[in-house]
């Protein structure tokens, strides 16, 4: 099946750095991502969604200035948590639309701690 | 604003026996749900989808019901597995093209 990886898997970082996660397509050409926050024992929250070749649509309450994302080409998008602060540690899912159709691929997710 | 929302936020299930995972949507303009598995520190897994065009899928172990009158959607796992365990989400689709999930549910499958 279609594949979505994310890297790194797990970061930490000192508080007031700026981290990258990416997310490629590996198989197929995606030309929407969406960026999400999970939290310990909640569902998934989406942040954004990033259009290849335009700006990411942001959700109510996601700051665009700290919450960085790129969507260079049909297959990455990065997400970039810049001045990170603990509160930002969390669990950070990005997902894929085929090109094609509408299902949904999900990557591994990409833990970061903020310390 | 409309959501997806989980019935029961645990299901504790004896091995072998079928499990069903509920969610009700609000947005009656959604076309397309989906069921996602995801296991502890990982990414959700694609199970099986539906369009609102239809009222049943079946795939390898589960199905799919899509009660759009009362909007409501089910997960059915047949005879449960150990890892079967795991949260699952639906999601729906809307117009928007983007995909809103439901509160989760937690599946324990009881060797």
């Known amino acids: 099946g279609a594949v979505v990886s994310q890297h790194p898997s797990w970061v930490i970082c000192k508080s007031g750095t700026s981290v990258k996660i990416e997310c490629r397509s590996l198989?197929?050409?995606?030309?929407?991502m969406f960026w999400y926050r999970q939290f310990p024992k909640q569902s998934l929250m989406l942040m954004a969604t990033?259009?290849?070749?335009?700006?990411?649509?942001?959700e109510q309450g996601v700051e665009k200035d700290k919450f960085l994302i790129n969507h260079a080409s049909l297959t990455l998008s990065t997400l970039t948590v810049t001045s990170a602060h603990p509160e930002d540690s969390s669990f950070y899912i990005c997902?894929?639309?085929?090109?094609?159709?509408?299902?949904?691929?999900f990557g591994e997710g990409s833990w970061l701690t903020v310390v | 604003g409309e959501s997806v929302g989980l019935h029961l936020p645990t299901l504790s299930v004896q091995e072998g026996d079928n499990s069903i995972i509920n969610c009700a949507y609000s947005?009656?303009?959604?076309?397309?749900f989906i069921w996602y598995k995801q296991e502890s520190g990982k990414g959700p897994q694609f199970i099986i989808d539906?369009?609102?065009?239809?009222d049943k899928r079946q795939g390898q172990r589960v199905t799919v019901l899509l009660n759009k009158t009362v909007k409501h959607l089910s997960l059915q796992i047949a005879a449960t597995q150990p890892g079967d365990s795991a949260v699952y989400f639906c999601?729906?689709?809307?117009?928007?093209?983007?995909?809103?999930f439901g509160g989760g549910t937690r599946l324990m499958v009881k060797p």
């Open positions: 997902s894929a639309r085929w090109i094609s159709g509408n299902t949904i691929y």
């Open positions: 198989d197929f050409q995606a030309t929407t």
């Open positions: 990033s259009n290849e070749g335009s700006k990411a649509t942001y």
């Open positions: 947005n009656s303009a959604s076309d397309y």
């Open positions: 539906i369009r609102s065009n239809m």
């Open positions: 999601a729906e689709n809307n117009a928007g093209n983007m995909l809103t």
